[in-house]
């Protein structure tokens, strides 16, 4: 990762693509952003820190930190009027479905933020982007719960309103724990970016045609929707739930995992590209001891998550395929212990990722990347002539 590497020059039309972002090793277990490992990221720096080194690229000084800081806060009100396309939506509408609609509704209340070319109008974009998606994120669950919407504090930090603005309710203030926000704000770093994941793919494709950062993100939050992606964080917390019903028969559940007339597959484990230890679960495996110690928490969804790890990582058919704990098989147990409904948790996902997101797709226009357009291996039919309908 140090030494000089050679691109091939046909990489653009590979599908894949070049990036300064985020390094990984699928073999070792390495994650960096920009060169910084996760793991220092996570001990010592906070969630708009590292958002600030993913898109801009280096980690702020103390002024530009500000500077982001308030350049966000000046675009956390969203238009009244996203409020009819909220109320449009069933009360039971899953809160990744009621999200992806409402930023994709975002260019239409701010149409200059679709076609952007220089670094002043991304900027302005960028900043638009992380104020009003994470109060629209949490508009989600207000609508589920018939609460009133809350809106922003430009008073409080950005991790801290996010907890306000889910559960404060209009008869008592919120009482901010700050021992939550520190778990919470180290849960978004280590979702921030994952270089070209699903979702992130996503985004680079959608927005590779120009169609604004809006849009792009709307098309990455229904990527990451999906149970093999960010959603496995909410399945993970549903499989463990069924194994508590049943009895904690954690053998049970490894033994339908690998079979393969079941479609069942443990959720939580398993990765494209870590064939190792996925070094944010090893994070957030510690982290979650340290909350649930600290809140007073005593979940005995934890305790069969710990059994079921050992299982698997025990069994030849889950080391014969390198199959480990991903960043989604601790995380719902740490959201659980913070009241986090357990619906929300790929909304969480979400928000942690939008810096990454945003990040490459900036990176992708300002490289002037071409219109994504992947190839395919042809295993159709080869040339035939037509039949007409009476000699089918
Ligand atoms: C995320 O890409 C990213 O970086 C994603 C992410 C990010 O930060 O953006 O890290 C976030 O999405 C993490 C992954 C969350 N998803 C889950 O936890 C869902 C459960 N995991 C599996 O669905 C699966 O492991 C995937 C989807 C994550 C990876 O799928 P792959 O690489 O396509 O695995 P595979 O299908 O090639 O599996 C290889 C073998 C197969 O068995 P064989 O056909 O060789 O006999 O391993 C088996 C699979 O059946 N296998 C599993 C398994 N995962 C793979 N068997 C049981 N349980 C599992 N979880």
């Not at 972002?21 to 220092?40: C, Q, W």
């Not at 997101?357 to 002539?385: F, T």
Request: glycine share 8%; hydrophobic share 40%; proline share 5%.
């Amino acid at each position: 990762a140090t030494g000089a590497i050679t691109i091939d020059p046909g990489y653009k039309n590979s599908g894949s693509c070049k990036s300064e972002i985020t390094f990984l090793d699928g073999e070792e277990g390495i994650l960096r952003y920009r060169g910084y490992s996760i793991e220092e990221l996570a001990d010592k720096a906070d969630f708009l820190e590292v958002s600030f080194l993913l898109i801009f690229g280096e980690l702020p000084n103390k002024a530009q930190l500000e500077k982001f800081e308030n350049d966000i806060r000046k675009h956390t009100l969203v238009n009244e009027e996203m409020k009819t396309i909220l109320e449009g939506f069933p009360k039971t509408a899953h809160p990744m479905g009621v999200l992806s609609s409402l930023t994709s509704a975002l260019t239409a209340f701010n149409p200059k933020s679709v076609n952007v070319e220089n670094e002043k109008e991304m900027y302005e974009a960028v900043c638009k982007t992380m104020g009003k998606f994470l109060v629209i994120a949490t508009w989600t669950y207000r609508r589920r719960m018939g609460y009133p919407l809350n809106y922003y504090d430009n008073t409080k930090g950005y991790v801290e309103n996010f907890m306000r603005l889910m559960f404060e309710i209009p008869t008592e203030p919120y009482k901010m724990d700050k021992k939550i926000v520190d778990a919470l704000d180290k849960l978004f770093i280590l979702h921030a970016d994952h270089e070209q994941n699903c979702s992130t793919s996503t985004v680079r494709i959608v927005g590779s045609s120009h169609a604004g950062l809006f849009a792009s993100i709307s098309a990455g939050v229904s990527a990451l929707w999906g149970p093999l992606h960010g959603g496995a964080n909410q399945a993970v917390l549903e499989m463990l739930q069924e194994i508590h019903d049943n009895g904690g028969d954690v053998e049970k559940f490894v033994l339908k995992a690998k079979d393969k007339e079941d479609p069942f597959r443990l959720m939580g484990f398993g990765h494209r590209v870590y064939k190792n230890f996925d070094p944010r679960a090893t994070i957030i495996k510690k982290a979650a001891d340290d909350v649930l110690d600290a809140l007073g928490v005593d979940d005995p969804l934890l305790d069969i998550a710990k059994q079921l790890e050992k299982v698997a990582l025990e069994d030849e058919y889950f080391k014969a395929r390198n199959l480990y704990p991903n960043v989604d098989f601790y995380s719902g147990i740490i959201y659980r212990a913070m009241g986090i409904p357990v619906e929300m948790f790929t909304v969480l996902f979400a928000i942690g990722r939008l810096p990454g997101w945003i990040a490459q797709w900036k990176e992708m226009r300002l490289n002037k990347e071409p219109i994504g357009r992947p190839r395919q291996v042809y295993v159709g039919n080869a040339l035939r002539p037509f039949k007409e309908v009476k000699d089918r």
